[in-house]
DNA sequence: TTTTGTGAATTGCTTCACAGCA
DNA sequence: TGCTGTGAAGCAATTCACAAAA
């Protein structure tokens, strides 16, 4: 595939939103749509949205815009969600139950498929919806790994033990880590990191909203 | 307060990960840190901590660094966070429930203190830790957010639902938002909007692993 | 006419490098 | 010496503006 290798991390963003709009312009019926008319939906210009695309080849007609299914295809396939991939959970906690029961992984391409925790009273225990998920001690997690050619996984634990939970996570040969845990953690160089501070996102928030309006 | 009105997002961001260091740091009883040890353990450098904090006027002392008390107070003026906020939670289905039970909001001076729903069969049961909050019908929104200055709110409902409970969340007052639904919400202006989509979260980093090595 | 794709211009962010201070 | 604060330089991302295609 043609994947270059300076894709700007704001750009990737992006497109990922792109493919989620053009999904539901999709389940619209609509079979073409410009870049101005996508923009104005998701607040972003269509210049950029033409740049971001630039990256990855030719995509629509000039004069028509691009061809929605077509590009719902491509944009998968330049994201790598063009088929479902095996997620593992790490925590077993509240909020990592919250995420085994939230429909929008599936609806993506991700499906949880396997729950860890160190928690031995959680151990042994079904999750899920369908009471489908044991909870699996952490020592399982590189032999299942390797069975489910698992490499995604969701961390959910306290910070206390998130770096521990990560090194686990990378030992037993994750790639990519989507972590909640309220700290920085050391993964190496080509393993990858999101985290999702919630705190943090509120801290943002409540600066912008600071001295504008006093409270 | 000495608030610029040019502090770029990402320098917003990273203030808040230097308030999280930072509290971790003056736990363990440091009195002091230079920008080079900060920048060290999250992964930023150093040049780049002093540019961010130079918005916001003189912060440390030549030769020795940054008084970690101190700073730890400034940030939280910096950044709003110096008093607890109230917070609501609209949407009171899997993910809101976690949230509610989420100890780290609390911990970081944001304490939910509301939570509203449209489903009836979920209006008046108790939710929290201690059972003490009473799910509401969205109607009552208006009253509760006067009376207890709620700027903040939570939204963790379908997407399907997410435009509208925005529009009644910002109708009641509410100057922030943090979304957790996978779709665009439009707001006013003078609203500020975080929006956290986990699917997304999960596209960025698949296309991060991607192309890297094969699978 | 409408709309893409793209070099050029611009804006914004980060890094550099060093004067000044402890 | 060690470290901050900051102008200058460099780099990255966004917007502009227009030629080419439908």
Same mark, same amino acid.
């Given at each position: 595939?043609?994947?270059? !290798?300076?894709?700007?991390?704001?750009?990737?963003?992006?497109?990922?939103?792109?493919?989620?709009?053009? +999904?539901?312009?999709?389940?619209?019926?609509?079979?073409? =749509?410009?870049?101005?008319? @996508?923009?104005?939906?998701?607040?972003?210009?269509?210049?950029?949205?033409?740049?971001?695309?630039?990256?990855?080849?030719?995509?629509?007609?000039?004069?028509?815009?691009?061809? =929605?299914? +077509?590009? #719902? $295809?491509? @944009?998968?396939?330049?994201?790598?969600? !063009?088929?479902?991939?095996? *997620?593992?959970?790490?925590?077993?906690?509240?909020? /990592?139950?919250?995420?085994?029961?939230?429909?929008?992984?599936?609806?993506?391409? &991700? +499906?949880? *498929? $396997? *729950?860890?925790?160190?928690?031995?009273?959680?151990?042994?225990?079904?999750?899920?919806?369908?009471?489908?998920?044991? #909870?699996?001690?952490?020592?399982?997690?590189?032999?299942?790994?390797?069975?489910?050619?698992?490499?995604? /996984?969701?961390?959910?634990?306290?910070?206390?033990? %998130?770096?521990?939970?990560?090194?686990?996570? #990378?030992?037993?040969?994750?790639? $990519? =880590?989507?972590? &909640?845990?309220?700290?920085?953690?050391? #993964?190496?160089?080509?393993? %990858? =990191?999101?985290?999702?501070?919630?705190?943090?996102?509120? +801290?943002?928030?409540? &600066?912008?909203?600071?001295?504008?309006?006093?409270?």
């Amino acid at each position: 595939m043609n994947r270059p !290798d300076n894709v700007p991390l704001p750009a990737v963003r992006r497109l990922c939103l792109y493919l989620r709009q053009l +999904e539901i312009i999709h389940a619209a019926d609509s079979q073409t =749509v410009s870049s101005k008319q @996508l923009g104005a939906v998701l607040g972003i210009s269509d210049a950029q949205i033409r740049k971001d695309l630039a990256h990855f080849g030719q995509f629509g007609q000039p004069g028509v815009g691009y061809r =929605v299914p +077509e590009m #719902v $295809a491509r @944009l998968r396939e330049i994201l790598g969600t !063009d088929r479902t991939a095996n *997620v593992l959970l790490m925590g077993a906690g509240n909020l /990592g139950r919250a995420l085994l029961s939230y429909k929008g992984f599936t609806k993506r391409g &991700f +499906e949880i *498929v $396997a *729950v860890f925790d160190n928690h031995p009273a959680l151990i042994g225990t079904l999750l899920g919806a369908d009471r489908d998920l044991r #909870v699996r001690h952490p020592d399982e997690m590189p032999e299942i790994v390797e069975a489910r050619s698992i490499r995604f /996984g969701i961390l959910a634990v306290p910070g206390s033990a %998130a770096q521990q939970a990560t090194d686990k996570l #990378v030992e037993a040969g994750v790639r $990519a =880590v989507l972590s &909640f845990a309220p700290c920085t953690i050391k #993964v190496p160089q080509d393993v %990858a =990191v999101s985290s999702v501070d919630l705190s943090v996102q509120l +801290e943002q928030l409540s &600066f912008q909203i600071s001295g504008v309006a006093p409270m």
